[in-house]
């Protein structure tokens, strides 16, 4: 039964739109308020959509301090809370113009 609704509000909505949008007569007999709306919603839409930006971008700055800070602890955390890993003894290398020895030839 909601969907039904919805669908009629749709509709309605529609129709009205269309006839505001067309007919002059209508919007010259309109009340200034309704008149204005148009411009009203701009207005909305625009001051959410500049709202928008700005909590974007603090967010945007937040998370970074946050990297910043977790990348400064976990560099602490590799040099001075924990000590370096053993470096692997360097191997010779093979010389290439030498057979090389299998097991069993």
């Known amino acids: 039964m909601g969907g039904w609704r919805k669908l009629i509000a749709g509709a309605v909505l529609g129709v009205a739109g269309t006839v505001y949008a067309t007919n002059e007569e209508l919007r010259k007999h309109l009340p200034g308020a309704a008149r204005d709306l148009p411009v009203t919603v701009r207005r909305r839409f625009d001051s959410a959509v500049s ?55």
């Open 51 to 105: 709202a928008a930006k700005q909590a974007a971008a603090s967010r945007r700055e937040e998370i970074l301090r946050d990297l910043e800070k977790h990348s400064e602890e976990s560099h602490y955390d590799r040099h001075e809370g924990h000590p370096a890993p053993a470096e692997a003894p360097e191997l010779p290398l093979e010389d290439a113009t030498q057979p090389i020895n299998r097991a069993g030839e």
